[in-house]
């Protein structure tokens, strides 16, 4: 008996133990430098530089003749954007680009919130930083670093940050906004050398938070976005008060995920199965199969030899322009495939959409964006922050058309601190651009949790 009794004890504190070191290990990470030249002897430069979006005559009159100089290829009959972008389609879109698109206008649009830049490990960093025009008395704005993905851009943010930094209801939290571009995206300078991944990016926005003055504050993204601000919980969980996100792809499945699998379809209550995660997760095999290789061509691409195809993008507007948009019509709706005009918009501003080409084209960013992919996943499938845990308080807002659907089971499997899970109305993978008002619905509601918890 006392044997027996001593074997659980041990048993039971060798649990315990690895429970408490499992939930003490944060995320290594090693400062980098990703400039030109050498690093300086001494500190580096922590300069804060207001920025502006431009536009020139020069620039436009380059982009219109290269649009002038594109040549057309029919779509077949019937195809849809079953092929790709849909050629017909096409043709509206960049006639429109051409000749009713206003993109000083646009300029003006992206310069409504303050731009700056701030040269971080040798490369400068391009962000917003939106502070709320008024804060209730007695409160003070809840900082929140936003982060986007591809082929996305800070500007996915636009709808979003008057909601979270003017909010129309009394009893809501006022949030003071950070914006970054990942380096390689947008206004944000390229890495220069080789290995730039997520979690050299995470180091970097923690650097830039710590520079603007946070010691705590909230983390949200999508696509990328999610990666990046979960290897920021993961490299510092103290200082990431809670973590919002809207995709949240498995990590390297444990045994309650595989068995969910294998026996989810019959004994879905066992899982906590809703009838939402039965449809999206045991579609027939094959049409499970048919569907990778029809939305995953890309990322093959991007992961293996991203500089070729990036090439050719940066220097055709319309090239670019369908690589781009493609995305934001099969990513927002699957269905939107049939449509003659992938459903673009549906959801979305032809002026919207062109804005976010165009930060790409006059920025340059498509072959960096897109080397991304390879710095992340060449580092094989499981890298180790993928093995890792988070303990940070987490609200995950689940879009029903997202392009890979995450019960709540599996969420909880990666942040054991699940606060929220949120089966939202209605949309997709671009949810902060799509849907901006139930985003910050969802992000008030989970922040409000985590401060009320704070507080007791």
């Given at each position: 008996m006392?044997?027996?009794?001593?074997v659980a004890v041990?048993?039971?504190g060798?649990?315990?133990?690895?429970?408490?070191r499992s939930r003490?290990?944060?995320l290594k990470?090693e400062?980098?430098?990703?400039?030109?030249?050498?690093p300086p002897?001494g500190?580096?430069?922590?300069?804060?530089?207001?920025?502006?979006v431009?536009?020139?005559?020069?620039e436009?009159e380059?982009?219109?003749?290269?649009i002038d100089?594109t040549?057309?290829?029919?779509?077949?009959e019937?195809?849809?954007?079953?092929?790709g972008?849909?050629?017909?389609?096409?043709k509206e879109v960049v006639t429109?680009w051409?000749n009713?698109f206003?993109?000083?206008r646009q300029?003006?649009?992206?310069n409504q919130y303050p731009?700056?830049?701030t040269?971080i490990?040798?490369?400068?960093?391009?962000?917003?930083?939106?502070?709320p025009?008024?804060?209730?008395?007695g409160t003070t704005?809840?900082?929140?670093?936003?982060?986007?993905?591809?082929?996305?851009?800070?500007?996915?943010f636009y709808?979003?940050i008057?909601l979270?930094t003017?909010p129309s209801n009394?009893?809501d939290?006022?949030?003071?906004?950070v914006c970054p571009s990942i380096?390689g995206y947008g206004?944000?300078?390229a890495?220069h050398?080789?290995g730039f991944?997520?979690?050299?990016?995470?180091?970097?926005?923690?650097?830039l938070m710590?520079?603007?003055g946070?010691q705590q504050f909230y983390?949200h993204g999508g696509d990328?976005?999610?990666?990046?601000?979960?290897n920021?919980?993961?490299l510092?969980?103290?200082t990431?008060?809670g973590?919002?996100?809207n995709f949240?792809p498995?990590s390297?499945p444990?045994l309650?995920?595989?068995?969910?699998?294998?026996l989810?379809?019959?004994?879905?209550?066992?899982f906590?199965?809703?009838?939402?995660?039965?449809?999206r997760?045991?579609p027939?095999?094959?049409?499970?199969?048919?569907e990778?290789i029809?939305?995953?061509?890309y990322?093959?691409?991007?992961?293996?030899k991203?500089?070729t195809?990036g090439r050719?993008?940066?220097?055709s507007p319309?090239?670019?322009?369908?690589?781009i948009?493609?995305k934001?019509?099969t990513?927002?709706?699957q269905?939107?495939?049939?449509?003659?005009?992938?459903?673009?918009?549906?959801?979305?501003s032809?002026?919207?959409?062109l804005?976010?080409v165009?930060?790409?084209?006059t920025s340059g960013?498509?072959?960096?964006s897109m080397r991304?992919y390879?710095?992340?996943?060449?580092?094989?499938?499981?890298?180790?922050h993928?093995k890792?845990?988070?303990?940070?308080?987490?609200?995950f807002?689940?879009?029903?058309?997202e392009?890979m659907?995450?019960?709540?089971?599996w969420?909880?499997?990666?942040y054991r601190?699940?606060l929220?899970?949120?089966a939202?109305?209605?949309?997709?993978?671009f949810a902060?651009?799509?849907?901006?008002?139930?985003?910050a619905e969802d992000i008030?509601n989970f922040t409000?949790?985590?401060?009320?918890?704070?507080?007791?």
């Amino acid at each position: 008996m006392f044997t027996e009794v001593l074997v659980a004890v041990v048993i039971g504190g060798l649990i315990l133990f690895l429970v408490q070191r499992s939930r003490s290990q944060v995320l290594k990470t090693e400062d980098g430098w990703w400039g030109v030249d050498a690093p300086p002897d001494g500190e580096e430069d922590g300069a804060i530089r207001p920025f502006k979006v431009t536009t020139s005559d020069e620039e436009l009159e380059d982009l219109y003749r290269r649009i002038d100089q594109t040549r057309p290829v029919p779509s077949l009959e019937d195809s849809q954007f079953n092929y790709g972008f849909n050629s017909n389609y096409l043709k509206e879109v960049v006639t429109y680009w051409r000749n009713d698109f206003d993109w000083r206008r646009q300029v003006n649009k992206l310069n409504q919130y303050p731009h700056f830049k701030t040269n971080i490990e040798g490369i400068d960093i391009h962000y917003l930083h939106v502070k709320p025009k008024k804060v209730p008395d007695g409160t003070t704005a809840i900082p929140l670093i936003m982060v986007h993905g591809w082929p996305g851009s800070f500007y996915e943010f636009y709808g979003l940050i008057p909601l979270l930094t003017e909010p129309s209801n009394p009893d809501d939290l006022v949030f003071e906004v950070v914006c970054p571009s990942i380096p390689g995206y947008g206004f944000s300078e390229a890495p220069h050398k080789k290995g730039f991944d997520s979690v050299c990016a995470a180091r970097i926005f923690h650097k830039l938070m710590r520079r603007l003055g946070f010691q705590q504050f909230y983390a949200h993204g999508g696509d990328w976005g999610w990666l990046i601000t979960t290897n920021m919980a993961q490299l510092e969980p103290k200082t990431v008060k809670g973590l919002h996100v809207n995709f949240a792809p498995p990590s390297k499945p444990g045994l309650p995920v595989l068995l969910s699998v294998m026996l989810g379809r019959r004994f879905p209550k066992l899982f906590g199965f809703s009838d939402m995660d039965i449809q999206r997760l045991f579609p027939p095999l094959e049409k499970l199969g048919v569907e990778m290789i029809k939305e995953t061509g890309y990322m093959h691409i991007q992961a293996t030899k991203p500089d070729t195809v990036g090439r050719g993008l940066n220097d055709s507007p319309v090239g670019l322009a369908a690589y781009i948009l493609e995305k934001f019509s099969t990513w927002t709706d699957q269905n939107f495939r049939n449509l003659e005009d992938g459903g673009l918009t549906r959801k979305f501003s032809l002026d919207d959409l062109l804005t976010n080409v165009m930060i790409y084209w006059t920025s340059g960013c498509i072959v960096p964006s897109m080397r991304f992919y390879k710095e992340n996943l060449s580092r094989g499938l499981y890298p180790p922050h993928t093995k890792m845990q988070v303990y940070v308080p987490t609200g995950f807002a689940c879009f029903p058309n997202e392009l890979m659907h995450t019960p709540k089971l599996w969420v909880k499997q990666k942040y054991r601190k699940l606060l929220t899970f949120s089966a939202m109305a209605r949309g997709g993978h671009f949810a902060a651009m799509e849907e901006p008002q139930l985003m910050a619905e969802d992000i008030q509601n989970f922040t409000k949790i985590v401060e009320k918890k704070k507080k007791k």
